[in-house]
């Protein structure tokens, strides 16, 4: 396949160095290679929080993305360190889910922390739309309980749980980020989630305790 411009013949570190210099034609070379996987990151994003979006919005997220990257004389992609394990593409790409989060919190903010379960689920079976009425009230008791106690976490635990929860980070780069072991990773996570049960039943205990009949 014919080259469009010599830049194409470039390696990552190379076209990234051109990037940051400014060369002419630079930036469009190397946002027309990444394209692609931006667009793949704003889609699992949007689809994993069943947020409605379409080509414009689409749209919107990934010039969002390129301004993020250029933004502040390109600050996020100077902040690329390929000793650090990553992949050029893994950076591009976590820039990339990141813009979709911001979007979706500036569009629901209350929503964001209500995708973190507490234990794996299930599929759930079709229902009545009484029913769904009713599983989505009691989904958002849940999930304001749940942010009130992740607020009451550490910020080493609430850093976590975004890497792991939200930004869906791979175990091996969450131990790269946070200098612990892979092992850590998951035991650090069920640690977590075992806090938060407890927090969360504490929580539960308390309401109970309030909204009993004061005794004689």
Excluded at 135 to 144: I, M, P, V, Y
Aim: hydrophobic fraction near 45%; proline fraction near 4%; aromatic fraction near 8%.
């Amino acid at each position: 396949m014919a080259l469009r411009n010599a830049y194409d013949a470039l390696s990552d570190d190379e076209l990234t160095g051109a990037v940051l210099a400014r060369e002419p034609a630079a930036w469009p070379t190397f946002f027309a290679k990444y394209e692609r996987l931006v667009i793949s990151c704003i889609r699992k994003v949007m689809r994993r929080y069943g947020a409605a979006f379409n080509e414009e919005d689409l749209e919107d997220l990934v010039s969002a993305t390129a301004l993020n990257i250029v933004k502040d004389d390109y600050k996020k992609l100077r902040a690329f360190d390929a000793t650090r394990g990553y992949k050029l593409s893994s950076w591009i790409g976590l820039i990339a889910t990141n813009t979709a989060h911001d979007a979706l919190r500036r569009r629901a903010p209350t929503e964001m922390w209500a995708a973190v379960a507490l234990d794996d689920t299930a599929p759930v079976p079709l229902a009545s739309e009484a029913a769904l009425a009713s599983e989505a009230l009691e989904a958002e008791d849940e999930a304001r309980e749940l942010r009130a106690a992740i607020a009451q976490l550490s910020p080493a635990d609430r850093l976590f749980m975004d890497y792991y929860y939200i930004q869906e980070l791979e175990p091996e780069v969450i131990a790269r980020l946070m200098s612990i072991s892979v092992n850590t990773v998951y035991s650090r996570k069920n640690k977590i989630r075992e806090k938060l049960r407890i927090i969360v039943s504490k929580q539960h205990d308390g309401r109970t305790r309030k909204g009993e009949a004061p005794r004689a």
